[in-house]
């Protein structure tokens, strides 16, 4: 009996934004694998297994879904955003290059979801409309000073930004740092926005000058978008919107 | 009587990944506007008019689509992939700022789509798992030189890079030059995956050493991902997997 592993895209948090590709996994499933409060958005069914885990043990989670699939289950590995954007995908991938042989037959898909940063870009206006880059900030992965370098050649490209896990409560510094930098490196004030929860019922949005930005104003569930130097904000009463124009006019 | 303005990412072709707050608005719309080939995937009904048009005509499509909110209509304005990246929302907030003063009281949204990068990058495994660029490489809207001076900058900061737009027919040159470059800045043969027509019955992907890469590769309907100097290919009897893993090791 053969298996699978399907790495799925669950969104930044709303239903309405799982693609209906990934609602059909789901139904098909065996067994569910991936960090607790994503596994728990899935509705538990007769025929269905739900294996919660706990952060940071991204690896035994994608080894025990590679396991799982070569005893003929079909696992879906819920991830949230989109599985390759700093996200479970690579992870199932390391394990598999890392296992026993066995497990390159194994049958495995990636399934594409909304990743925060889009959805907190659409929340905004388009804010990454021209060419951006996305950052990892968490330092656990890479060396600080990777990080600044990043940093530094993204501000010189002119590249909006867009930041992932910007500041931790256990190395809330690095985000410090981060802002430093740009300040420095950006020359101008350009907007940063603030998306917390973005598509959740508690979702904030604030649109800072780079200036006024504080550290204190990011925290893990916040995605964290820099505008590039063309970057603007359409002033209104029912609220401003932030986009990049497509063209360069500067 | 108060219309509305909604940009929805349609995703890059299969309708399995198009989200349903998307299908909700296409639902409720009277209006539908956008590139031809993009309206024609929304199947017709009473009570909806399709307003298709021609390529290169963003900036009037996206004063039609106000216009018409202004006269009560509630208007969508599909886009390809997600509307945030290369796409239809930043054309409209451009129409938006350079217009009438009463179209700033017009209810306008954003909804994400799956962007072409990220249908692409699930296809071939992870290439995206850690911190990458999105350029778009048509130099209708920005000079060579600032092309030329991001694709050094980014091969500095060894990101994975996803090009959009690589090549038109009008400027193949373009493509040519960005190869040329890419040879010469990485300094290694990195994975280069070729997607074209992600998602769609005709899909292809190709996974090429950067060394073995030839400008007629890719056309306007092909993404193109460009590995960093970590990205690895896991090599499988049922096809290869390319993937950067989330830890930065050598």
């Known amino acids: 009996m053969s298996g699978s592993v399907v790495i799925a895209g669950i969104g930044p948090g709303d239903d309405d934004l799982v693609t209906p590709q990934v609602t059909d996994a789901l139904a098909k499933a065996t067994d569910i694998v991936g960090y607790f409060p994503y596994v728990d958005r899935i509705a538990p069914r007769d025929g269905l297994t739900r294996h919660g885990s706990d952060n940071r043990v991204e690896i035994d989670r994608s080894q025990h879904a590679l396991e799982m699939a070569l005893e003929g289950k079909h696992v879906v590995v819920v991830s949230s955003g989109d599985p390759g954007v700093f996200a479970m995908a690579a992870a199932v991938f390391e394990a598999l290059e890392n296992g026993p042989k066995d497990w390159l037959n194994i049958d495995i898909s990636v399934l594409p979801g909304i990743t925060a940063m889009l959805a907190a870009s659409a929340r905004a206006g388009a804010p990454l409309g021209h060419d951006f880059c996305a950052i990892n900030l968490s330092d656990n992965l890479k060396p600080w000073s990777i990080i600044e370098k990043r940093l530094r050649l993204a501000a010189e490209a002119d590249f909006a930004m867009a930041f992932y896990?910007?500041?931790?409560?256990?190395?809330?510094?690095?985000?410090?740092?981060?802002?430093?930098?740009?300040?420095?490196?950006?020359g101008d004030d350009r907007p940063v926005i603030f998306a917390r929860n973005v598509s959740r019922p508690d979702e904030t949005i604030k649109i800072v000058p780079l200036s006024q930005t504080t550290p204190d104003m990011a925290d893990m569930r916040t995605m964290v978008l820099v505008g590039s130097?063309?970057?603007?904000?359409?002033?209104?009463?029912?609220?401003?919107?932030?986009?990049?124009?497509?063209?360069?006019?500067?």
């Open 229 to 250: 130097s063309q970057t603007r904000i359409i002033e209104r009463e029912i609220g401003p919107i932030v986009y990049t124009p497509r063209s360069l006019t500067k």
């Open 165 to 186: 896990n910007p500041r931790s409560k256990s190395r809330p510094e690095g985000f410090e740092r981060t802002l430093e930098i740009l300040k420095d490196a950006c």
